[in-house]
């Protein structure tokens, strides 16, 4: 599978979580549902914008995601057309797919960062009422996916060396959902 973690099996809850997204990913590729592949690439990194912000930050936000991708995400990842992508622009395209189903948000609006169009597997996902302040940008979810991994995979090795960070990861990482079978 092109989304299959393949990292060793130690590595407790947030390990087990990323695989288990890494594997939601591949099954909603092979279904082809770009939309829903996108919502759990933008819903992961806002968990791992919390699991590496500092002790003090209680919840995810827009400075903890953005900080995260800034150093996980941006480096791994270039337009369709090559161009660098930044991070209020992935914030922005967050905002959208996450609380609307569309690529508009108020940065896009504002003119604070490029609305995104999507590519998948030889399809576009656009806005066909383009009305926007900057050139759009398109961006392939394959890439976008691949740099979701990549830059996953390189932020549990960072915390493997961050005992500190490590603790506070592992703290947060308690309140992720576990699934098993309810008792009555």
Known sequence: ??????????????LSWFKKQMEAIGTLWDAELPEAVLTIIYSGMDAFGLLAAP?????ANGTTFKQWCERYIVPRLQT?????????DLYAARCGVLH???PLSSLEREGKARQLF?????????????NTQQKPVRLDIEKLAMAFKEGGIAFLLDLK?????????GDRAQHFLRWGTAVK
Do not use: C, R, W
Request: hydrophobic content about 40%.
């Open 118 to 130: 999507y590519e998948f597997k030889g399809k576009a996902g656009i806005n066909m009422f383009l």
């Open 161 to 169: 060396n961050d005992a500190n960070g490590l603790s506070t990861a």
């Open 55 to 59: 002790p003090a930050v209680l919840d």
């Open 80 to 88: 369709v057309d090559g161009t660098a992508i930044t991070a209020v």
């Open 100 to 102: 609307t189903s569309t």
């Open 1 to 14: 599978m092109l989304f299959h973690y393949g990292g060793d099996e130690e590595g407790g809850q947030i």
